[in-house]
DNA sequence: CCTTTTTATCAACACGCGTTGACTAAATCC
DNA sequence: GGATTTAGTCAACGCGTGTTGATAAAAAGG
């Protein structure tokens, strides 16, 4: 009897998998879902199509395995209140720079994929709103968490998606401080 | 010889041509341009996959004459210098949810589809920007536009594309009030 | 060094896609 | 009311997709 198996941990296979998913996560960031296609993410990562399905089962498992966003948002308890709008957005900002981070990946293709886009909420649900609740009085958290993720979504789109050019070019400070003050307030609920 | 034509304008066409465009409309703006395919709208206007092809030539045409988003925002100089932002979320949601919108359906498609983005980007020039412009000072205007195209775009991303929970249960008074209120600050420049 | 395990390649599959051309049915015209 | 133009149907095409199984290459073990 023969079973497909998924490669081990040997040293050799590590690096492939790596390559994959570093290629896999770019092109889910710059394509979305369903314009990244299997022989894409392998020519990329310079290996057979058949070798994606080989360490991850499937397309879709392997989205699944780069699209998950650790948010990594601070603790805004221990922050001023009256930096918790700038500190969120400038956090938020870093995610979506750095290499690492899922959010991209899922806002691309959260707009035509539903099942990313039930993702993101989930998301939304366990990271953001818990930690915009205490900032404010607890009968109005959900709509605050709400505008807050209005902004910072509207952010991410126009600046990373859509690239407005306005937008593209404001420098990062301007960012911080002018959308900082508009998730200050809806955080904190003026 | 003989040449494939697009038919005439007899009533009986007019009726097919219109269910097709309702159907791409819905469509598109359901599932965006990859995840619709031309089958799918032919089944929802009742009729053969070919016709969609011999009234608009091709998919890709049919896109683009469904998503010409006219946005028809109103002359913000005629309007009472305090209440710019809610009328701009006011209309920006009317827009947003009347059947005729070609703005639903560009967004939807805009994230994973380059042609979508850049359309998405020249009605933004040409419709956001103008406006905003004159409430505040020549120098700061394409700042202004960014800034406010980055609230109502997340506005309409949260509540329509991902429908975040609490976003999509707030009632409309109380977006107009809040999210006017952010878009004032953005347009005016405080 | 031969054997066994693990990694990688190749060709092919079944499927859904946009699109086409040959054909039929219906409406229109004189 | 027969001829001609128009609307609609049907089966198929070429292509790209995710995925698979047989097979080769390479690494590891004894």
Redesign the interface.
């Known amino acids: 009897m023969s079973m497909a198996r998924s490669p081990r941990s040997t040293p050799k296979s590590l690096r492939t998998r790596k390559a994959i998913e570093e290629a896999a996560r770019a092109l889910f960031a710059q394509?979305?879902?369903?314009?990244t296609t299997v022989r894409d993410i392998a020519a990329r990562a310079a290996i057979d199509p058949a070798m994606v399905i080989r360490y991850f089962g499937s397309k879709d498992a392997l989205f699944a395995r780069v699209a998950e966003p650790r948010l990594g948002l601070p603790d805004l308890t221990q922050v001023d209140r009256a930096a918790i709008g700038e500190t969120l957005v400038g956090h938020f900002l870093d995610q979506w720079e750095g290499k690492q981070g899922g959010l991209p990946v899922l806002?691309?293709?959260?707009?035509?994929?539903e099942d990313a886009?039930a993702r993101?909420?989930d998301i939304?649900?366990a990271q953001v709103?818990p930690l915009i609740a205490p900032a404010g009085s607890a009968a109005t958290a959900?709509?605050r968490?709400?505008?807050v993720?209005?902004?910072?979504?509207?952010?991410a789109?126009?600046?990373y998606?859509?690239?407005?050019?306005?937008?593209v070019e404001?420098p990062r400070e301007?960012i911080v401080r002018?959308?900082g003050?508009?998730v200050q307030?809806?955080a904190t609920g003026q």
């Open positions: 394509d979305g879902y369903d314009g806002l691309r293709s959260a707009a035509s994929n886009a993101l909420r939304f649900a709103a959900p709509r968490a709400g505008l993720a209005t902004q910072l979504l509207g952010l789109l126009t600046r998606v859509l690239k407005l050019p306005p937008v404001m301007l002018e959308i003050a508009a307030r809806y």
